[in-house]
């Protein structure tokens, strides 16, 4: 089994910074595409950003500039700084993997559970 854990959401005011952090564990040979989705109240859920393993990165036009997605391929942890964080960032942020179990398989999607982040105005 593979289990992605994000951590680091919470309620911020408006221009704050947050840090979020997600750590892939479990039965894995490699972490392939790892992202950020968001789901906002009553909306669907979004992407946010991407990096694969070679640390390109791709971001939702409304994140370019103020989020930045990161990660540490030895820790198979993804991390996505916000900042100037606006009331419209509040949302379910969760963080979704390509993993790979063993040499021979194909990598599967994962996700995470998904934390709270709160931004009030």
Known sequence: QVYLVESGGGLVQAGGSLRLSCA?????????TMAWYRQPPGKQRELVAGI???GNTNYADVMKGRFTISRD???????????SLKPEDTAVYYCNADVKRSLVTSASNYWGRGTQVTVSA
């Open 52 to 54: 694969t393993t070679d």
């Open 24 to 32: 892939a564990s479990g039965s894995i040979f490699r972490v392939n």
């Open 73 to 83: 391929s030895a820790k198979n942890t993804a991390y996505l700084q916000m900042d």
